[in-house]
């Protein structure tokens, strides 16, 4: 009995993600790699969602080659499509539907940072409207809001009935698992601090829109069984974060010890992708989780002020 017991609890278990089938936008890098991959080598099946078909074909075959016949690990799947559109949302869950009998998960976690300002040269009326609102256009703020909020609204809508299937599957290794939507917010969702988001204020609105349609979707989906929750970056390497500072393939940071950034993370410098990796495998194994959206930032917000 008792051996039973800890054999149901141990990481091994707990953390097989056999039989789970994600999508994941803007999975073929940065943030969206490391989760994508921490779930391919715990034996889930892995759609990534992105921009280039050829792109995401050459990542998820380094990939599959290297899962190899291994039967601990999934498969990845690459499949292009422009996240901000509602036609793609529909599109993308009809070709994934075409393939999979059920989704466990989708990760809304493509994104993107524009619209930076450039701090005002002194304290004038006029020194502010040069750097907020001469320099930030309003196609810099449609596209930010588009792409890193209203896109995710239109794909959680569109794939329900593929989480709504795994639901009701009778398959033992739906069991395991209860069907999520995780959307990847920000820590500038709550920062009053602007350095903390690339100087971006289309940006901190998007995180906050993300942030605030995790808890009422949570709510609105109850009745469903369909969980909602978020993860709150901090600052980690990437291409958005920092330009060429992250090899494509791994996820892995090149930044080079020492390398000082734009705002003070208090316990390392950069989240890595075991970082990234071992939460999403907490909220995609966990039942009990609903709404939440977890703050990952080593200690920034402890630092910088926020409305967390
Ligand atoms: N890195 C950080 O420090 C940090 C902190 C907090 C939150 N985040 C959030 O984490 C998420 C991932 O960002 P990241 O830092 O990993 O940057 P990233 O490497 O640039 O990843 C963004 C991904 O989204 C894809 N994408 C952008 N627009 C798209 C669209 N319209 N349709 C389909 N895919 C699209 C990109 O594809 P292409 O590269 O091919 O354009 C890329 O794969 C974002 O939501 C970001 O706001 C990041």
Do not use: C
């Not at 320099?135 to 703020?141: A, E, K, L």
Request: glycine share 10%; proline share 6%; charged share 15%.
């Amino acid at each position: 009995m008792a051996s039973a017991v800890l054999e149901q609890l141990s990481a091994s278990s707990i953390f097989d993600l056999r039989g789970v089938v994600a999508v994941v936008t803007g999975g073929g890098s940065g943030i969206g790699l490391m989760i994508s991959s921490t779930l391919v080598a715990n034996g889930a099946t892995v759609y990534i969602v992105g921009p280039q078909q050829d792109e995401l074909d050459r990542l998820a075959k380094k990939y599959n080659q290297a899962a190899g016949q291994d039967s601990r690990r999934g498969k990845m799947y690459g499949i292009e499509g422009d996240i901000r559109l509602k036609s793609e949302a529909k599109r993308l869950a009809e070709e994934i539907e075409k393939r999979e009998k059920y989704i466990t998960v989708l990760f809304n976690n493509a994104g993107i940072l524009e619209g930076s300002f450039t701090p005002p040269a002194e304290p004038t009326a006029a020194s502010y409207i040069a750097s907020h609102f001469d320099s930030v256009s309003q196609d810099q703020f449609n596209n930010v809001i588009n792409t890193n909020a209203v896109g995710p609204y239109w794909l959680t809508f569109a794939f329900l009935p593929l989480l709504e299937k795994w639901k009701n599957s009778d398959d033992l290794a739906t069991k395991k698992f209860v069907p999520q939507v995780i959307m990847t917010s920000s820590m500038n969702g709550w920062t009053k601090d602007s350095n903390t988001a690339g100087r971006s204020y289309p940006y901190m609105f998007s995180k906050s829109a993300i942030g605030h349609f995790t808890s009422s979707l949570a709510h609105e989906l109850l009745p469903l069984g369909i969980r909602v929750n978020g993860i709150a970056p901090g600052y980690f390497v990437s291409q958005m974060s920092s330009p060429g500072m992250i090899d494509p393939e791994t996820g892995a940071s090149l930044s080079p010890p020492g390398t000082v950034h734009p705002f003070e993370v208090p316990t390392v410098p950069s989240g890595s992708n075991r970082d990234m990796g071992s939460l999403a495998l907490f909220l995609v194994a966990n039942w009990f989780v609903n709404g939440e959206t977890v703050l990952i930032d080593g200690g920034t917000l402890l630092k910088h002020p926020s409305s967390y």
